[in-house]
């Protein structure tokens, strides 16, 4: 896709003035320098099974009392199929005459290469599904007192998204 007719569709919630930003770095061909600069190096959260040690540590640390998480793995169909960065699901299912519920966190696998600052923003989302089921003031309070910076992590990583529509090509 040409940078001249790029959609802003990652970013279409935000306001005209940082929208005008973004198209004129986009317009010279400076996002991904942008971003390159403001992260200048990705993760190293590798595998899932360092992907699973990740998530566990955050939740340990802000979610002690929260249901368990039973699997975290990296997904390759997430964001192509559902156009998300990744998913909290639970399965239900019937044990000893009990509802129990096994909580799986996927991640888009386009981030395993990415800043731990995304990695990071988008844990922090799925986590705070755990204990809050809509994207309500709650939700977002929670995802805050757990990564202050969220919002802006978001923002970034709609860049990020915006400029893998651009050319293609992952920037770490």
């Given at each position: 896709m040409s940078s001249s007719h790029v959609q802003l569709k990652y970013l279409s919630a935000y306001p005209a003035h940082l929208l005008s930003q973004v198209e004129r770095l986009v317009a010279e061909g400076r996002l991904a320098d942008h971003l390159r600069q403001r992260y200048p190096a990705p993760h190293g959260v590798r595998t899932d099974k360092a992907l699973?040690?990740?998530v566990q540590d955050l939740k340990t640390d802000y979610l002690r009392n929260a249901e368990p998480v039973s699997k975290v793995a990296y997904d390759s169909k997430i964001g192509i199929v559902q156009q998300a960065l990744g998913l909290h699901t639970a399965i239900s299912r019937v044990q000893g005459g009990k509802l129990k519920a096994k909580h799986e966190i996927r991640i888009g696998s386009v981030f395993r290469d990415a800043p731990p600052?995304?990695?990071?923003?988008?844990?922090?989302?799925?986590?705070?599904?755990?204990?809050e089921k809509e994207h309500d003031k709650a939700f977002y309070k929670l995802c805050c007192w757990m990564e202050p910076q969220y919002h802006q992590f978001e923002f970034d990583v709609r860049l990020y998204l915006t400029q893998l529509d651009i050319d293609g090509t992952h920037l770490w």
């Open positions: 699973y040690a990740y600052e995304f990695l990071r923003m988008i844990v922090v989302h799925e986590l705070a599904h755990l204990k």
